[in-house]
């Protein structure tokens, strides 16, 4: 069985910082892709980061463009654990954020975002004004 937990939600100030961390375990996930997505109260869930890469070489990094230049996605391959840093946070990046991974079997292709079969409970992030 694959779970996925967040963790490093909060309330901050806008301008301000947080680090979210997932960590992964099970053995049917994909260690090569993970992502973070989030959903704001009253619409659609939508991609924040993510990322595919193995044996040192990036197949795939995406950001949203509401995003670029703020947050950053990294990961531990050796802890299963998918980090999202985000700087200058503002009141609209207000959202439940979530992590997710493929399964297993899905084959990598280069510049092409997974589908994401496995996702985490969220974690909640409120910027304020």
């Known amino acids: 069985q694959v779970q996925l937990v967040e963790s490093g939600g909060g309330l901050v100030q806008a301008g301000g910082s947080l680090r979210l961390a997932c960590v992964a375990s099970?053995?049917?996930?994909?260690?090569?892709?993970m992502g973070w997505f989030r959903q704001a109260p009253g619409k659609e869930r939508e991609v924040g980061a993510c990322?595919?890469?193995?044996?040192?070489?990036?197949?795939?990094?995406e950001y949203a463009e509401s995003v670029k230049g703020r947050f950053t996605i990294s990961g531990d391959g050796v802890t299963n654990t998918v980090y999202l840093e985000m700087n200058n946070l503002q009141p609209e990046d207000t959202a439940v954020y979530y992590c997710a991974a493929p399964q297993a079997w899905r084959r990598i292709v280069p510049g092409q975002r997974p589908i994401f079969d496995f996702w985490g409970q969220g974690t909640q992030v409120t910027v304020s004004s």
């Open positions: 990322i595919t890469a193995s044996a040192g070489n990036t197949f795939n990094l």
């Open positions: 099970g053995r049917t996930f994909s260690r090569s892709s």
